[in-house]
């Protein structure tokens, strides 16, 4: 099969096309024929050496694909109500940028109703990022408001569209007008941009000084102190990346008399039951949502993965226009 090997740690020219041995599927794991693979951020990292990849998964990046289902444990696969020629969607370790990937039974979901494969290969790494975050440990309820950095980026949109379909209030943050246009046309109540506005005075005035309930951050650094003071009484802040740096300060004292929560989470290695019960979860509660088209796939770019194998392969430039920040919406492979 053909795949999309790093070869050195580096730009994205170091992202090749190369042949790999089709993986075999074990207990509980099935094999799809991928159509499409989601690129995202920790894509990036794995790239530039800094996100290892876990024991046991695949040294081939790529968190999700969809495809159809070509082999497998045959009684995981009863279970879970799929079979050989279903079209499935799935969350993996590692493996994605290929033509062949092994994915556990429990992390795969059907393609939603109308979805291509390129739709559904946008979903799963930040539908169950944003699920796990925002829905289970951020505890975020109907009536409350979140806060989202990065609105108009996969993990962004995915929030703001599911924030909105459970009923909460949803603000937030981009880096042009025309990245808080298109969050506002997916639903946010209110965009800042953060390069012309402060957003905790925004968030101030937006929220009559109340505050928010929840801070989606993926940027951490610096924003931290900045989101506490955004936070209402009883608040919730959830980092989720570390764009903006590791450390950060912390006021106590706000975090003592606000009586906040501040967490964080990463979901590659989590348990395959875990993430299963994401899953369940998602298939439930979110995916009638998208079979209706009350919330939608949003894909910026499709680029060709096996499109030559030199420095300017598809794989290399979506890389390069993830790193840009251009994208408003998920980047797709396609094979």
């Not at 998964?57 to 070509?70: F, H, K, Q, T, Y």
């Not at 009923?167 to 639903?187: P, R």
Request: charged share 15%; glycine share 10%.
């Amino acid at each position: 099969m053909k795949a999309i090997e790093i070869t050195a740690y580096g730009a994205p020219d170091v992202l090749r096309v190369a042949d790999r041995p089709v993986p075999v599927p074990g207990v509980g794991e099935l094999l799809i024929r991928v159509s499409a693979s989601g690129v995202n951020r920790p894509d990036v990292l794995q790239r530039t050496g800094n996100y290892p990849v876990p024991a046991g998964a695949s040294d081939i990046p790529g968190l999700e694909v969809a495809g159809v289902v070509v082999s497998g444990d045959a009684e995981a696969m009863a279970s879970a109500g799929l079979q050989v020629g279903d079209r499935v969607c799935a969350l993996v370790a590692g493996g994605g940028y290929a033509q062949m990937c092994v994915a556990p039974v429990a992390q795969c979901l059907p393609v939603p109703q109308g979805l291509s494969y390129i739709e559904a290969a946008s979903l799963p790494e930040t539908f169950f990022t944003v699920w796990s975050n925002v829905f289970d440990r951020g505890r975020l309820q109907k009536g409350e408001t979140l806060l989202v950095h990065g609105g108009s980026s996969g993990i962004g949109i995915t929030a703001i569209q599911l924030a909105k379909a459970m009923g909460a209030t949803v603000v937030v943050t981009a880096g042009s007008d025309e990245k808080c246009a298109a969050c506002l046309a997916l639903g946010a109540d209110y965009a800042i941009n953060y390069k012309t506005h402060d957003f905790v005075d925004e968030v101030q005035r937006i929220t009559q000084q109340a505050g928010v309930d929840v801070v989606l951050d993926m940027v951490a650094g610096s924003y931290v102190a900045r989101d506490i003071q955004c936070l209402a009484e009883d608040g919730r802040l959830v980092i989720i990346a570390v764009q903006g740096g590791t450390h950060s300060e912390v006021h106590a004292g706000l975090v003592m008399r606000k009586r906040l929560t501040v967490t964080g989470s990463t979901l590659r290695v989590r348990s395959v039951a875990f993430k299963a019960a994401i899953a369940q979860a998602l298939q439930q509660q979110v995916w009638p949502l998208l079979a209706d088209t009350r919330i939608k796939p949003v894909v910026c770019r499709v680029f060709a993965a096996d499109a030559g194998s030199d420095a300017l392969s598809g794989a290399a430039q979506a890389h390069a226009l993830m790193e840009s920040g251009a994208n408003i919406g998920k980047i797709v492979l396609t094979w």
